[in-house]
Structure formats: structure tokens, C-alpha cells
């Protein structure tokens, strides 16, 4: 049995997400309002300690990291393989979640949060947002939402900004001899560049155009015509989940 706790179906929440809808496996969805600090709520953190979603319970066991969990999918249940069958497309694929969570996640997320995260908060008064704030278990991610609620310094989004240009262009790149990141098979890395990358439009529409970089913007409506993606972005609450934020990860610490 299937279980998923999550947010809504962007970032890492949409990762899994999708990969269940592209295997067809049923589970059962708990939704966690991560703007109503759900996720440090007691019940949450039995299941995650760090209060981070999303959280797969397989067999009664709490799985925890989007790459992760979307490689003890594809072992569990292997049916619909969504890693290549050849050694080098699967390094590929590990490559790409890798630079996802390095610093491609982390990126667009303060991008994201810069534009749309404070007006989720609306609903807290100061006073509970603080109080919200200092029940986060653990300092990193206590910092990084003390950081973001207070707003992001404009060098730090332009670093952002810079490396979500990078980022781009090496996307552009690999997909010019190949319709698929990871090769000639749609993928996990199709999914984990996917999952962020479709902020981008909006949110760098200067770097992030079928101006600016053609194969990308292919590639991405690619994606988000599969069914399986529809179906995974329909699960949200919000009418768009990628006009909505919240912090991501933290930067790597050496990025």
C-alpha cells in the first residue's frame, strides 16, 4: 500500500507525483498545507524529522528525498521503467537528479518564493508566523524560512538568476541530440528538471522563451502534455500549483 504526503504538485512534491501517475499506481494522497506549517505539526515530523515534504509510506515505512523515492519506485515496482535499460543512460539520469538537488531546485525556488511566496502567508498574523517559525525543528531549514518570510536579498536572486542561466543552456545543449535528457527515453531526469523548470517561463521569461532557448520550451510542453503529468498537476489544490511557493532546499553549502 501506497501512501503520499505532500504538498502541492510542484518541486519535489511533483517529482513523485508524477512518477507514481507514470507507473499507474494508486495511493492514497494526504495533502500538507506546507504555507500553514503542517509540516511541523507533531504528526508530520514522526514521519520526517527535518518536516520536509514529500514522505512515501511503503509498507508502513516512511521514505523521505524526491530522488530518492523515485528510485525505490522504480525498483519496487518496475513495471513502466522510467530509469534506461543501458548503464550510461541510467549514470545520466543520476547526474541530472544530482544537479537538481545540488542547485537547480534551490535556484528556482528562490525565484519562485520571491514572487509568489509572501502573499500565502497572508492568513497568519505576525504573531502566529513567528510562532510558526520558531517551532521549525531544525536550524537550517529554521533559518532558511526566517530568511525567505523577511525577503531575499536582490544579490542573492541574481545569483539565482545566474545560475538558472546556466542551467538553461546546458539544457538547451543536451537536448540537441536528443528529444530526452537522459537520451532517447523520457526519464527521472525528464521529471526532476521538469518539476522546477516549468516555473521558469514566468518567472525569467528573458532566458526562458522559444526565443532564448527553443528546444527547451519543446522539451517542457513535451513533459507537461504526457497524461501522467496532467493528471499529477491536476492533484493540487491551487488552480496553478506553479504560481504558488514556498522556500525549497538550501543551497549546497559549497554552491
Known amino acids: 500500500m501506497l501512501e503520499l504526503h505532500h504538498w502541492e504538485p510542484n518541486g519535489a512534491s511533483a517529482r513523485v507525483m508524477i512518477s507514481l501517475e507514470e507507473k499507474e499506481l494508486d495511493y492514497t494522497s494526504h495533502y500538507v498545507d506546507v504555507l500553514a506549517f503542517a509540516q511541523h505539526r507533531p504528526e508530520f515530523l514522526e514521519l520526517n524529522e527535518t518536516g520536509q515534504v514529500p514522505v512515501l509510506m511503503h509498507d508502513g515505512a516512511p521514505y523521505t528525498e524526491a530522488s530518492y523515492i523515485c528510485e525505490l519506485l522504480e525498483e519496487a515496482f518496475p513495471e513502466r521503467p522510467l530509469m534506461p535499460r543501458q548503464p550510461r543512460g541510467r549514470w545520466e539520469v543520476r ?57 531575499l536579498r536582490e544579490e542573492q536572486l541574481a545569483l539565482a538568476r545566474g545560475r538558472i542561466k546556466a542551467a538553461v543552456e546546458k539544457i538547451e545543449s543536451r537536448l540537441e541530440g536528443a528529444p530526452w535528457l537522459a537520451g532517447s527515453e523520457y526519464s527521472l531526469a525528464d521529471i526532476a528538471v521538469f518539476s522546477y523548470f516549468k516555473y521558469l517561463p514566468a518567472l525569467f521569461s528573458g532566458g526562458v522563451s522559444d526565443a532564448a532557448a527553443p528546444r527547451a520550451m519543446s522539451w517542457m510542453r513535451a513533459v507537461a502534455a504526457r497524461p501522467a503529468v496532467r493528471a499529477a498537476l491536476a492533484r493540487g489544490r491551487a488552480s496553478d500549483p506553479f504560481a504558488i511557493a514556498a522556500p525549497g532546499p538550501e543551497q549546497i553549502r559549497w554552491g
Open 95 to 151: 547526474v541530472w537528479q544530482k544537479y537538481v538537488d545540488d542547485g537547480f531546485a534551490a535556484s528556482v525556488s528562490e525565484l519562485a518564493w520571491s514572487a509568489y511566496g509572501a502573499g500565502g502567508l497572508s492568513a497568519l498574523s505576525p504573531a502566529e508566523l513567528s510562532a510558526a517559525l520558531e517551532r521549525i525543528p531544525t536550524r537550517e531549514r529554521r533559518e532558511l524560512w526566517t530568511t525567505s518570510v523577511a525577503g
